[in-house]
Nanobody
Framework: QVQLVESGGGLVQAGGSLRLSCAAS????????MGWFRQAPGKEREFVAA????????YYAESVKGRFTVSRDNAKNTVYLQMNSLKPEDAAIYYC???????????????WGQGTQVTVSS
């Protein structure tokens, strides 16, 4: 069982930056793919980014390519989402997940965090 705890959300002006963190429990963190989804009010949860176990493979939603960067530190059991040039439409609750493979981009995720709120003012 992997437990995930997100942090780093908050209020930021449009054009600003935030870095989200997701800390994982358990000794097998480096075996897992990790990633992020988000959900805005009244909308479905959508994929944002994913990273494989080594950090060598990443995927991004088209809407965040070039602005967001996913990374991980296996020594710290933590995955990050650096968000730059934030837009009001990026406002959502952001959830991290753990998966056995990066290829499914979260469709086979086996563990989810509780989420962290990101608010972007225009």
């Amino acid at each position: 069982q992997v437990q995930l705890v997100e942090s780093g959300g908050g209020l930021v002006q449009a054009g600003g930056s935030l870095r989200l963190s997701c800390a994982a429990s358990g000794r097998a963190f480096s075996n897992y793919a990790m990633g992020w989804f988000r959900q805005a009010p009244g909308k479905e949860r959508e994929f944002v980014a994913a990273i494989n176990w080594s950090g060598g493979v990443t995927y991004y939603a088209e809407s965040v390519k070039g602005r967001f960067t996913v990374s991980r530190d296996n020594a710290k059991n933590t995955v990050y989402l650096q968000m730059n040039s934030l837009k009001p439409e990026d406002a959502a609750i952001y959830y991290c997940y753990a998966d056995s493979t990066v290829a499914t981009m979260g469709q086979t995720a086996f563990s989810w965090g509780q989420g962290t709120q990101v608010t972007v003012s225009s």
